[in-house]
């Protein structure tokens, strides 16, 4: 029920700032100046009013971070309190009387007896102060380092989940203010904790300083006896702190309640109760045990038979209810669309009538178990930092950036990449997942810098030598006083997310046509419509099927083509439709249209390709050699040819990658595709390209012939009969 807005109750709630600092000053004037002590009595309810107001509220929070503001309202209690000690104190020591409560406890509490009023005090004290404030504060220090060491992560995860488009930027910011709330109210108990710890000190102190103080005054001042000076001042003094250490202990349990509660949609007597009673075979087990208590030697029976009653007889009861309603008291029952909650285990018609038998939702659950992020960062916890925006870590927002680059390079829209922590992975390891299976992976030394020797240099760096993950060049971690000599030493020298986002990149490239699915290439083709709405109607669905221009854009992406230029590609696809329908056939005579736009990155020089090519006896006789399925196109060679092919391309086109010179081949146009497949796997960096893909003004420099292997060249009948 909430107030009225016209109400009295809403008008002082509007001006609840004004009554909080009002409530401030007049704590500060309480330390200052004295006040009577019927006034006194008021202040002293209130302390112990709200003071149970507090704990009571703590029950009924569902989520600790939602009572954010209790460490300043603890903070504001004691300081109140405290000001009380001091009025009290100056009542008590100027007039020998301090108003009716701290005269009741004195007297109705303690019976008059100073010494049981110092014991209870002194008991009251160690309670608060070495079993309920000392753990509280050590689960709230504990709860802050491990909420502080997981806010990195969680921040990550949020991101990465908008990053993958799980979430939308309304709920990512709604979670990160929680995530964020949740560290500062943790970090702010740890430090609130203090505050208990230093009021229980202070009561002590100030109850042994009223005592010898007013013992002074009253044998000094009032002319009191050493014994009714002793029995005056301390059973004031016992009472004084006995009503201040009264709202310190509820204040204590209520902080200690705060930090251990975990977080559960139901306030804590519900949460208890769920999962106390949830189990009647325990509460079973407890009434035997406690009339075996009862019936040992000396002990009271009827006590413990009671008690034993009353578990047993909860114990039947909640055995019926479970029972009855098929699930245990607390727990939360099964529903099952379109029966009741109660249909039997034997109900085969309800059961097999509601597969989805769960919680409204179940069955977006389960999909979401079985659903694969299509490319996927794990990265150690040594690494979080990288992705940690509030740490400088620049990581997700390169990863857009290479997403961005690959749309304006290649022409394929790279689906959102989830970046998440694995506690599997070492440390300062990550590893990039393809629809859940890593494809690559590598380590990084966060804090230093990797010099990788491009020039060939014989300077030897001071650091952890490595590899470059991406070419393989050798490399060196090394710490920032290393940077400069790296430098002048012809090395290049990269942080850490650099060589990450580069190794993406990378692994991107040599898999975007893993990347491009059915739904991908509709999204393209759809788009093109608006644009080329004659080529689309003509293309689809009379000409090819989406699967075939699908397996044309793959093939192109395989071989790092770009196919940002869709129409002359759909428009070469519409044009050899009638010769072939096979995606092989059309993805090369598609190539030869693109040729123009693909060759040039290759020139060593404008208008000229440096190339290893094949000897023509050689060449005419590997086309004798290929094997065409429907599906696939291939060489069959024998071991030692397929072994010599292989080492001379490698070994030829490792000379051009030295040279700084792209990894290139120029062969026939019938034997490019079954030349690349065959040895796609073992070098997937070697370019082939077809001479008729090339330009009418491209020049091709050779860089070197490859031979026929030996046992080829010294049988001439092979060759001949092959051409």
Do not use: C
């Not at 120029?666 to 034997?671: F, G």
């Amino acid at each position: 029920m909430t107030a009225s807005p016209s109400s009295p109750v809403a008008m002082l709630l509007k001006r609840a700032d004004l009554i909080f600092t009002g409530g401030l000053f007049v704590t500060v004037l309480l330390l200052i100046m004295p006040i009577p002590a019927v006034m006194l009595d008021v202040f002293l309810a209130l302390n112990i009013g709200l003071s149970l107001l507090v704990l009571l509220a703590i029950v009924y929070v569902k989520d600790p971070p939602e009572f954010s503001g209790f460490p300043t309202l603890l903070l504001a209690l004691t300081l109140f309190r405290l000001a009380l000690n001091i009025s009290s104190t100056r009542q008590i020591l100027v007039h020998g009387y301090a108003g009716q409560i701290i005269e009741s406890f004195g007297h109705f509490v303690i019976q008059g007896n100073y010494i049981v009023g110092a014991v209870v005090f002194l008991i009251l004290v160690v309670i608060n102060f070495v079993v309920i404030t000392k753990g509280a504060g050590r689960i709230a220090e504990v709860s802050a380092r491990f909420t502080l060491d997981a806010l990195p992560g969680k921040q990550m995860a949020i991101d990465a989940e908008l990053n993958a488009g799980i979430i939308d930027e309304v709920t990512a910011t709604a979670r990160r203010v929680k995530v964020q709330k949740g560290a500062d109210f943790y970090g702010a108990m740890d430090g609130a904790s203090k505050f208990v710890r230093g009021d229980a000190v202070a009561s002590i102190i100030i109850t042994l300083v009223n005592i010898i103080g007013g013992f002074a005054i009253g044998v000094f001042q009032m002319g009191l006896s050493l014994g009714e000076a002793l029995q005056k001042f301390t059973l004031l003094s016992i009472g004084d702190g006995l009503v201040s250490q009264i709202p310190a202990l509820i204040l204590s349990v209520g902080a200690g309640i705060l930090v251990t509660r975990a977080s559960d949609n139901s306030n804590l007597g519900t949460q208890l109760a769920g999962q106390l009673f949830r189990y009647p075979r325990a509460l079973s087990i407890a009434a035997g045990m406690l009339i075996l208590f009862g019936l040992m030697p000396g002990m009271p029976l009827l006590p413990f038979v009671i008690l034993a009653g009353i578990a047993g007889y909860l114990a039947k009861i909640l055995t019926a209810e479970e029972k009855a309603t098929g699930h245990a008291f607390g727990a939360e029952p099964d529903r099952v669309v379109g029966k009741s909650a109660t249909a039997k285990a034997g109900d085969k018609t309800a059961l097999g009538a509601a597969p989805a038998a769960s919680t409204p939702g179940g069955a977006e659950d389960v999909r979401k178990l079985i659903e694969l992020d299509v490319f996927a960062i794990e990265i150690g916890y040594g690494l979080v930092s990288l992705a940690d925006s509030k740490a400088g870590g620049e990581l997700l927002g390169r990863v857009t950036g290479v997403r961005k680059a690959l749309a304006r390079e290649k022409g394929i829209v790279v689906p959102p990449v989830s970046v998440r922590d694995n506690l599997e992975l070492e440390a300062n390891d990550y590893r990039f997942l393809l629809r859940g299976k890593p494809v690559a992976r590598g380590q990084l030394m966060p804090g230093r810098w990797l010099a990788m020797n491009v020039a060939g240099s014989k300077v030897r760096l001071k650091g952890v030598p490595t590899r470059e993950p991406v070419f393989n060049l050798e490399a060196t971690w090394i710490d920032e006083s290393e940077k400069k000599t790296a430098e002048i030493n012809g090395f290049t020298v990269v942080d850490p997310a650099s060589v990450l986002i580069t190794h993406l990149s990378e692994t991107l490239k040599l898999n975007a046509h893993h990347l491009l699915g059915r739904q991908e290439v509709q999204s393209l083709v759809d788009h093109l419509k608006l644009t080329q709405p004659a080529l689309i109607g003509e293309l689809l669905p009379d000409l090819v099927t989406l699967g075939i221009i699908q397996r044309v854009l793959q093939n192109l992406l395989r071989e790092n083509v770009a196919i940002l230029n869709q129409p002359l590609i759909l428009e070469g696809i519409a044009d050899f439709a009638a010769l072939s329908k096979n995606p092989d056939d059309l993805s090369e005579l598609v190539r030869r249209r693109l040729g123009l736009y693909f060759v040039p990155e290759y020139e060593t020089r404008p208008g000229v390709v440096r190339a290893v090519t094949l000897d023509p006896r050689f060449e005419q006789w590997l086309a004798s050699k290929i094997h065409r399925s429907p599906t696939e196109v291939g060489l069959a060679l024998d071991p030692g040819t397929a072994r010599h092919l292989l080492e001379e391309i490698t070994r030829r086109t490792g000379e051009l990658t030295l040279a700084g010179q792209p990894a290139l081949m120029v062969v026939s146009t019938e034997i490019r595709l079954p030349l690349k497949r065959f040895f796609e796997s073992s070098a997937p960096r070697v370019t082939v390209l077809a001479f008729q893909e090339l330009p009418a003004a491209t020049e091709v420099e050779n860089a070197g012939i490859i031979p026929p292997p030996a046992h080829l060249a010294r049988s001439e009948v092979p060759l001949k009969a092959a051409a």
